[in-house]
Antibody
Framework: EVQLVESGGGLVQPGGSLRLSCAAS????????MSWVRQAPGKGLEWVSA????????YYADSVKGRFTISRDNSKNTLYLQMSSLRAEDTAVYYC????????????????WGKGTTVTVSS | EIVMTQSPATLSVSPGERATLSCRAS??????LAWYQQKPGQAPRLLIY???ARATGIPARFSGSGSGTEFTLTISSLQSEDFAVYYC??????????FGGGTKVEIK
């Protein structure tokens, strides 16, 4: 079964840091680009960041550029999102998602999603 | 950045009726468009990609159409499990990917 499981969320103060992880199973992880997508409470979906299968190409939304870093460890089948200089507006459920097609540099469509991990930025 | 606008914000439909959801892009995205379904407390689920291709396991009552700037998701006969929020998402001139604001399909 193809599965994504996020972890690492929690309560953090403004200006703090947090690292999210996403453990993948059931597919050849290194063949697929991956994304992080977030959803603020009661709001819609916002794409945050993406990474190619090799990890050689990374992409960010303007709202997180310079503060968040996406990475992956294909030997551990794990995706990461390092978040720093966190703001109240970063409060959201963070989903990791798998690109639909193999060998994409950027995940056009996302066919498998984790259940999400909640990040709350508050003093 | 391409802006995706969905309408209506809320659609009230009786079970068994047809639902038609719209998504408009601020500039052409060709057929690079997806639709997702999200139920409360759950992750989104991919329904349609490439504007009209059904994802694996998606029932035939879900269909997508359109190209350029105007797109439609049609649910031919609403089932109880179809009441949810639906989002469109473009894949063009990336990054970024952007989603529409969503359409909530509720029971009439």
């Amino acid at each position: 079964e193809v599965q994504l499981v996020e972890s690492g969320g929690g309560l953090v103060q403004p200006g703090g840091s947090l690292r999210l992880s996403c453990a993948a199973s059931g597919f050849t992880f290194s063949n697929y680009a991956m994304s992080w997508v977030r959803q603020a409470p009661g709001k819609g979906l916002e794409w945050v960041s993406a990474i190619s299968g090799s990890g050689g190409s990374t992409y960010y939304a303007d709202s997180v550029k310079g503060r968040f870093t996406i990475s992956r460890d294909n030997s551990k089948n794990t995706l990461y999102l390092q978040m720093s200089s966190l703001r109240a507006e970063d409060t959201a459920v963070y989903y990791c998602a798998k690109g639909l097609m193999e060998w994409e540099v950027f995940p056009a469509y996302m066919d498998v999603w984790g259940k999400g991990t909640t990040v709350t930025v508050s003093s | 950045e391409i802006v995706m606008t969905q309408s209506p914000a809320t659609l009230s439909v009786s079970p068994g009726e047809r639902a038609t959801l719209s998504c408009r892009a601020s500039q052409s995205v060709s057929n690079n468009l997806a639709w997702y379904q999200q139920k409360p407390g759950q992750a989104p689920r991919l329904l349609i990609y490439g504007a009209s291709a059904r994802a694996t396991g998606i029932p035939a009552r879900f269909s997508g159409s359109g190209s350029g700037t105007e797109f439609t998701l049609t649910i031919s006969s609403l089932q109880s499990e179809d009441f949810a929020v639906y989002y469109c998402q473009h894949y063009n001139n990336w990054p970024p990917l952007t989603f529409g604001g969503g359409t909530k399909v509720e029971i009439k």
